[in-house]
C-alpha cells in the first residue's frame, strides 16, 4: 500500500485585481451619469447617495487537507475528513461509462449502473433497499460519459454498512433476469418520455451532430432496438471488464478518520481482485462542419436553440485559456449571451455556453431557448457572439471581471467536504497533477487577453457550427433564411434517429 | 442450559434491533445555534457563526409570496423579485448580481406560496457590501415603466421554459387549481399569461410600498463574521430603513372545509397519462405535520417506501410515482402522482394508489416503518444543514413559516417522539374520500400505445 498525504497549501487570500476591482465597482454601482430621470426611485426617506463600503480585511484561503492512499489492488482512496455533521459520504468512480458501450449495445452502461443495487451479494434488490432505507442511508447508482458511479451517505454509526453494501453493488451483482426486464422496461419507458422533451432532445441532437459516430455522440440512454436486445451475458461481461479495483476511485468523506475509513476499505475492498482493463480504441471525432437541423414539434412554444462544435479534452495545454473565453461567451461571472439574449433583448429566461470536456474530446455548446416567433433572432445573436469571440481582442476590463469572478468564488468551492473531494477526483480521474489544486488562483491569471486571442482563433470557428432547434418548425423556418440559415434539415420529432446519417426513421423500415 | 441462553439471547437482541432500536446520541446532530436581533423599525435579524470557511451567506427573507396576490394579480410576487434586480439609488439596473460575481459571490432569488427570498454567498470580507446593496433595494427601488414592460417579458419566457414546453410542465398547476376551491394556493407562484399582462406600473408601487417594509423582512447571516461587526453593519445600513405607514395585511381567504370526493378528467399532449390523488394536511409546523409527515416518508421515501413498491416495482404499473407534502404556512394538499406506463390501466393505478392511503387509516404503519422514516428524517436533517447557504434556509424557515426560532433545532426531538398511534390518527383525520381530489390527465388524441410481451 502506498500512502502519500498531500499537504494544504496557502492560497494567499486577496483579490488579485482588488486594487483594480474598486474602482470598477463603484463605477457599476454609480454608473456614469450620476442623475436619473426616467425612473422613479421610490424613496422611503432622504436615501443618501454614496459609495458602496470597503471589504473588511481577508482571511487566508487555504485548500482544505486531504489524502491519497492506494489498496494494494490499485484502487485509489482520497480521504477528506470534517467533522461538522455526523455524517459520512463514500462515493465510488469506475472508469467506464456509456462511451464504453460496445457498437448497437447503447445503454448497456446506464442499465449495468441501474441494475448494481437491483440485487448483489447474497442480497436481492428489496434487501438492499430495506437495508440502506432503514439505516437513513441513501445509495445511488447510474453511468455518465466516461464513467460510472456509485454513492452512498450514511450517518457516520453506519459506515461499515454502507461498506458492507457498496462492496456486494460493485463486486458482486446479480444482475436477476426478472430485476434485468423491470429495470428495461422502465428504461424504455423513461426513453419514450424523453423522445417527447423537447430539451432532451435538442441535447442528443447537438451531440450526434458534433462527435458524429464518435462514442461521445451516441446515445448513452439507449434506443428501443438496443435497450431491447441487451442479454444478461451483456451486462455481466461489461461488470468483468471494467469493475476491477485498479480501474476504481473511492472517496471516503465527512465525520471519519484516515485510520477508520482505511480500515473499513481494507476489510470490504482488499480482497477484490484486479484484472486487465482493455484499452478503448476511439477515433478522433469528425471535423466541425456547418450543419443545421430543424427538429419539428407541433405543441411547442418555445424553441430549444443549441449551437456548438467540437473543442478540445479535458487534458489540453490550453484548457485554461479556452475555458475562460467559453466563460466570456457564456459562463458564470461574465456570460456575453446572457448579457444580449436577456437584458438587452428580453429574448430568453436564461442562455450560456459550456466547455464540455471528456477524456478523448470535448465540444463548445450554446443554449437558449426562446418564444417560437423570435427563433431567427436569437439564433442570429448566438452566432454573432462566437464570431464576435473569434475576431475581437477580449478586452482587459472584460477577461479581469471574469477571472475576478473564478479567483473570488474559490473559497466558495471548497465550503462542503464532498465539493473538496469532488474537486480532487476530477484531477485524479483525468490524469491531472492534484497540485495543481491549491494553485488554481495562480492557474486563472496567468491567461490574458492575448492568450484568449490565440486561442480563440483556432478553436472558434464560427463558419462551422453545428446547430439544432426544436420547435414548432412551419412558424419559424421562413425567418431563418433572413439570418444566414436557409439550408437546413427538417426532421419531426418523432422520427428523429441518432443512428442514422442523416438523423431521421427511415418510414416503413426498421433499421437493422 | 446454555444453549437455550444463547438463544434467549439472540432473541432479546433481536427484540431490541427490531422494536428499540433507538437513534443514538452519536448521531443527534450538532444544535444549530444561532442570535435573533429586532432592530427598532421591526426587521428581525437572525445570526449563526460558523468559521470553517471564509465565506459568508446572507439571506433577506420578505414575507410576501404567490397567496399575498390580488385576485387577477397571479404571479405578480415573482414578478416583482425580477424587478428587485432593476436598480436603486445607489445601484445601478441590472448591476446587483454582476457586482456579487465581481468579487466571486454568488446572487440570486426565489419566490414560493409563502415568501420572496434574495440571497448571495459571497467572500467574507465582502459582508458591508453585501448588507448596504440589500438595504438600498430595500429603501429606494427604482421603478421604471420601460423595465417593467421589458422584464416583463423575461418572467413570460420563464413560464413557457418551465411550465408550458416541457411534457408534464403543466402539472402541478393542474394540482392546485383543481385541490384548492378558494384558497390562493390554488394558482401557480409563476401565474398566468393573463394575469402578467395585465399588471400596471401601480400594482408595482403599491407591492413596494405594502410588503417589502423592514417589519416584513427577516435578515440571515450565516457564516464567517465577527459578531460585533456584523450588528454594527446591520444597524448601520438597516436601521434607516423607516417603518412601513400601515400594517403588513394578512387577509388570506380561508379554504372551506371539502364535503364531497372531487374527480377531474382532462388531457394533455403528454407521452404517458397522469393519475393524480390528493388530500388536504394541516399547515407546516401544526402537531399534525408531524406524523403527516412521517407518512410522506413512509410512501414515499427510497425504493422500500410503499408507493414505489406497490405501483413500480412489484407491479410495474407506473413509470414513477411518488408523493409529496406541500407543507406551507397554511394548510395545503398531500399528492401523490403515477405516470402510468405503457400498456397499464389508469383504473387500476388509481385504484392502487387509493389502497395506499386507506391501508394507513386502517392498519397504519409498522413499528419498523416508523423507526425507518425516524432514521431518514435525521439524514435529511444533518445534510440539510451541511452548507451555510442550508443553514440560512433552515433558520428563516423556522422564524417566517413555523413563527417559533426554536423549531429550528427543536423540531428534531418533536419529530422523534411521533408514536404508531399518532400517524394512525392523522390517517384517519385527514385521509378521508370528502377531501379527496382524483384526477386523470390523459394523453391527447386518446390512444394509448400498447406495449404487450
Known amino acids: 500500500m502506498t500512502t502519500k498525504t498531500v499537504l494544504a497549501l496557502v492560497l494567499f487570500g486577496g483579490l488579485s485585481g482588488l486594487v483594480a476591482a474598486t474602482p470598477t465597482l463603484t463605477e457599476k454601482i454609480r454608473g456614469e451619469k450620476p442623475a436619473r430621470t426616467r425612473s422613479e426611485v421610490q424613496q422611503r426617506v432622504d436615501w443618501p447617495r454614496e459609495n458602496p463600503p470597503r471589504p473588511l480585511p481577508a482571511r487566508p484561503v487555504t485548500f482544505p487537507p486531504y489524502e491519497l492512499r492506494k489498496l494494494a489492488n490499485g484502487m485509489q482512496v482520497v480521504l477528506v475528513s470534517q467533522n461538522e455533521q455526523p455524517v459520512v459520504s463514500v462515493r465510488m468512480i469506475i472508469r467506464a461509462g456509456a462511451a464504453h458501450d460496445p457498437k448497437g449495445k447503447h445503454g448497456l452502461a446506464m442499465l449495468t449502473a441501474t441494475l448494481l443495487d437491483q440485487g448483489a451479494g447474497t442480497k436481492t434488490a428489496e434487501q438492499i433497499a430495506e437495508t440502506i432505507d432503514f439505516i437513513g442511508g441513501a445509495l445511488g447508482t447510474g453511468a455518465g460519459t466516461d464513467l460510472s458511479y456509485v454513492n452512498a451517505v450514511v450517518m457516520k454509526d453506519s459506515y461499515d454498512i454502507a461498506l458492507d453494501l457498496l462492496a456486494d453493488v460493485v463486486q458482486r451483482p446479480t444482475f436477476a433476469p426478472e430485476e434485468i426486464e423491470r429495470q428495461r422496461q422502465q428504461a424504455l419507458s423513461a426513453l419514450k418520455v424523453a423522445a417527447e422533451d423537447p430539451e432532451s432532445v435538442a441535447d442528443r441532437v447537438i451531440d450526434r451532430l458534433i462527435y458524429g459516430f464518435h462514442p461521445y455522440g451516441m446515445p448513452g440512454a439507449g434506443t428501443t432496438e438496443s435497450l431491447t436486445g441487451l442479454t444478461r451475458a451483456d451486462f455481466v461481461d461489461f461488470h468483468k471488464k471494467y469493475f476491477v479495483p485498479n480501474n476504481a476511485l473511492i472517496a471516503v468523506v465527512g465525520d471519519i478518520g484516515a485510520a477508520e475509513a482505511m480500515a473499513g476499505l481494507e476489510k ?245 | ?290 406524523p403527516m409527515f412521517v407518512m410522506s416518508k413512509t410512501l414515499s421515501d427510497g425504493q422500500t417506501s410503499r408507493i414505489y413498491r406497490k405501483l413500480v416495482y412489484d407491479t410495474g404499473l407506473a413509470l414513477t410515482a411518488f408523493g409529496s407534502s406541500s407543507f406551507l404556512e397554511q394548510p395545503g394538499i398531500f399528492s401523490a402522482v403515477a405516470l402510468v406506463n405503457p400498456g397499464k390501466s389508469p383504473d387500476d393505478v388509481e385504484k392502487a394508489l387509493i389502497a395506499e392511503f386507506d391501508k394507513l387509516k386502517t392498519a397504519g404503519i409498522t413499528e419498523r416503518e416508523l423507526q425507518r422514516a425516524k432514521n431518514q428524517f435525521a439524514r435529511d436533517y444533518v445534510v440539510s444543514r451541511l452548507s451555510i447557504k442550508e443553514k440560512a434556509s433552515q433558520l428563516g424557515h423556522a422564524e417566517v413559516i413555523q413563527k417559533d426560532m426554536a423549531s429550528a433545532d427543536g423540531e428534531f426531538d418533536t419529530f422523534l417522539k411521533v408514536s404508531l398511534d399518532d400517524v394512525k390518527r392523522v390517517a384517519q383525520k385527514y385521509f378521508v374520500p370528502e377531501g379527496r381530489m382524483v384526477m386523470r390527465i390523459m394523453p391527447r388524441g386518446g390512444v394509448v400505445e400498447k406495449v404487450e410481451k
Open chain 1, 268 to 512: 470490504h475492498f482488499g480482497a477484490w481482485k484486479p484484472g486487465e482493463v482493455p484499452a478503448l480504441a476511439v477515433t478522433e471525432p469528425p471535423d466541425a462542419t456547418r450543419r443545421v437541423i430543424v427538429i419539428d414539434k407541433k405543441d411547442a412554444v418555445q424553441t430549444e436553440i443549441r449551437v456548438g462544435h467540437i473543442a478540445i479534452p479535458r487534458k489540453h495545454n490550453d484548457y485554461e485559456a479556452i475555458d475562460q473565453a467559453v466563460k466570456i461567451l457564456g459562463g458564470e461571472g461574465a456570460n456575453r449571451l446572457q448579457q444580449v439574449l436577456r437584458s438587452q433583448k428580453q429574448l430568453t429566461y436564461g442562455a450560456s455556453a459550456d466547455l464540455d470536456t471528456f477524456k478523448w474530446a470535448g465540444a463548445v455548446i450554446a443554449e437558449t431557448d426562446t418564444q417560437t416567433s423570435n427563433t431567427a433572432e436569437a439564433l442570429r445573436v448566438v452566432v454573432d457572439e462566437f464570431t464576435r469571440l473569434q475576431r475581437e481582442r477580449v478586452s482587459d476590463g472584460e477577461l479581469e471581471g471574469a477571472q475576478d469572478y473564478m479567483v473570488g468564488h474559490f473559497p466558495l468551492t471548497i465550503e462542503v467536504p464532498d465539493a473538496i473531494a469532488t474537486q480532487v477526483l476530477n484531477q485524479l480521474f483525468y490524469e491531472l497533477p492534484v497540485d495543481e489544486l491549491p494553485k488554481y488562483r495562480e492557474r486563472v491569471l496567468r491567461v490574458t487577453p492575448d492568450e484568449i486571442q490565440r486561442v480563440a482563433r483556432w478553436f472558434i470557428r464560427p463558419s462551422q457550427l453545428s446547430i439544432v432547434l426544436v420547435g414548432d418548425a412551419d412558424k419559424f423556418v421562413n425567418d431563418l433564411k433572413g439570418v444566414g440559415f436557409g439550408t437546413f434539415e427538417r426532421i419531426p420529432i418523432d422520427r428523429v434517429d441518432l443512428l442514422s446519417v442523416d438523423l431521421m426513421k427511415r418510414q416503413g423500415a426498421t433499421r437493422p
Open chain 2, 1 to 290: 442450559m446454555k444453549k437455550l441462553s444463547i438463544l434467549l439471547l439472540a432473541l432479546i437482541a433481536a427484540a431490541v434491533t427490531i422494536y428499540y432500536v433507538p437513534l443514538q446520541a452519536a448521531v443527534r446532530p450538532p444544535k444549530l445555534e444561532y442570535q435573533r436581533l429586532v432592530l427598532p423599525n421591526g426587521m428581525v435579524v437572525i445570526l449563526h457563526q460558523d468559521k470553517s470557511t471564509p465565506i459568508v451567506h446572507v439571506e433577506l427573507w420578505y414575507h410576501v409570496g404567490s397567496k399575498n396576490e390580488k385576485p387577477g394579480r397571479t404571479g405578480f410576487a415573482h414578478f416583482f423579485e425580477h424587478l428587485m434586480f432593476k436598480g436603486s439609488r445607489n445601484v445601478e439596473p441590472e448591476q446587483h448580481t454582476s457586482i456579487i460575481a465581481s468579487v466571486g459571490g454568488q446572487a440570486n432569488a426565489y419566490t414560493n406560496e409563502d415568501t420572496t427570498v434574495f440571497w448571495q454567498t459571497i467572500p467574507a470580507q465582502y459582508l458591508p457590501l453585501v448588507l448596504w446593496m440589500e438595504a438600498d433595494r430595500m429603501a429606494s427601488l427604482r421603478i421604471d415603466q420601460n423595465t417593467f414592460v421589458t422584464e416583463r417579458e423575461v418572467v413570460k419566457e420563464e413560464r413557457r421554459m418551465r411550465i408550458e414546453n416541457p411534457p408534464f410542465g403543466l402539472l402541478n398547476e393542474l394540482i392546485t387549481f383543481n385541490a384548492f376551491d378558494v384558497h390562493p394556493y390554488k394558482h401557480p407562484v409563476i401565474g398566468s399569461m393573463t394575469d402578467l399582462n395585465a399588471a400596471t406600473i401601480d400594482d408595482v408601487r403599491d407591492f413596494y410600498k405594502t410588503y417589502y417594509v423592514p417589519e416584513n423582512a427577516t435578515l440571515m447571516i450565516v457564516g464567517d463574521f465577527d459578531t460585533d461587526t456584523v450588528t454594527n453593519l446591520v444597524n448601520q445600513y438597516f436601521a434607516r430603513v423607516p417603518k412601513a405607514a400601515k400594517p403588513v395585511p394578512r387577509d388570506i381567504p380561508v379554504e372551506p372545509q371539502h364535503t364531497k370526493e372531487k374527480r377531474v378528467t382532462l388531457e394533455q399532449p403528454w407521452p404517458l397519462p397522469a393519475i393524480v390523488v390528493t388530500y388536504h394536511v394541516p399547515y407546516n409546523g401544526h402537531p399534525d405535520s408531524y
